[in-house]
T-cell receptor, first 114, second 117 residues
Framework: RKEVEQDPGPFNVPEGATVAFNCTYS??????FFWYRQDCRKEPKLLMS???SGNEDGRFTAQLNRASQYISLLIRDSKLSDSATYLC???????????????FGRGTQLTVWP | GAVVSQHPSRVICKSGTSVKIECRSL??????MFWYRQFPKQSLMLMAT?????????EQGVEKDKFLINHASLTLSTLTVTSAHPEDSSFYIC?????????????FGPGTRLTVL
């Protein structure tokens, strides 16, 4: 079973739409959670960290459900510039490690059309 | 925000040559840097974890003698792909963790696109 699973999409939505991405992780001891965005042929860029109480950054809202091991990202009022691949990322401790490593989902592709 | 640079951004080389990629944290100290590889339409795959002043920890299936990692300072790690072959062609990305960041966020370099002919 993969550490992080997410629907690869693609999601094709019109400008102004609201879109939600979901992700599940397998390691119940995972400590930190993130959403990254990756544009075509570019490196991943941190979009937002995901905190237990949920958090919002402008049009972006992230939620974490530790009991269900589930993470979500909601994008409101989609812009053309939101078109990218969104990576669900989980930091988990490996045996003997004190800081852990990142595990990446395959990414969900989003295209926002005018 | 934290900035990580990577050099070179693109390399085209002949089969059998060695290629060295540098990763630098520009405005923070990184006790740990990571090297990833990404093939087209696939997720990032961790190759190795590089700790300053000690040997790198390689993931299963990654040959340590082929992918040499050196992390000589708190701001620089290098990856050398030795005797590169066409199957090594990929997008190599480094990341660095700020030693003062309690949430363990990682920041990525812009990547190096390696093409081996």
């Amino acid at each position: 079973r993969k550490e992080v699973e997410q629907d690869p999409g693609p999601f094709n939505v019109p400008e102004g739409a609201t879109v939600a991405f979901n992700c599940t992780y397998s390691n119940s001891a995972s400590q930190s959670f993130f959403w990254y965005r990756q544009d075509c042929r570019k490196e991943p860029k941190l979009l937002m960290s995901v905190y237990s109480s949920g958090n919002e950054d402008g049009r972006f809202t992230a939620q974490l459900n530790r009991a269900s091991q589930y993470i979500s990202l909601l994008i409101r009022d989609s812009k053309l510039s939101d078109s990218a691949t969104y990576l669900c990322v989980v930091n988990s401790l490996d045996r003997g490690s004190t800081l852990g490593r990142l595990y990446f989902g395959r990414g969900t592709q989003l295209t926002v059309w005018p | 925000g934290a900035v990580v640079s990577q050099h070179p951004s693109r390399v085209i080389c002949k089969s059998g040559t060695s290629v060295k990629i540098e990763c630098r944290s520009l405005d923070f100290q990184a006790t740990t840097m990571f090297w990833y590889r990404q093939f087209p339409k696939q997720s990032l795959m961790l190759m190795a974890t590089s700790n300053e002043g000690s040997k790198a920890t390689y993931e299963q299936g990654v040959e340590k003698d082929k992918f040499l990692i050196n992390h000589a300072s708190l701001t620089l790690s290098t990856l050398t792909v030795t005797s590169a072959h066409p199957e090594d062609s990929s997008f190599y990305i480094c990341s660095a963790r700020d030693r003062n960041n309690s949430y363990n966020e990682q920041f990525f370099g812009p990547g190096t696109r390696l093409t081996v002919l």
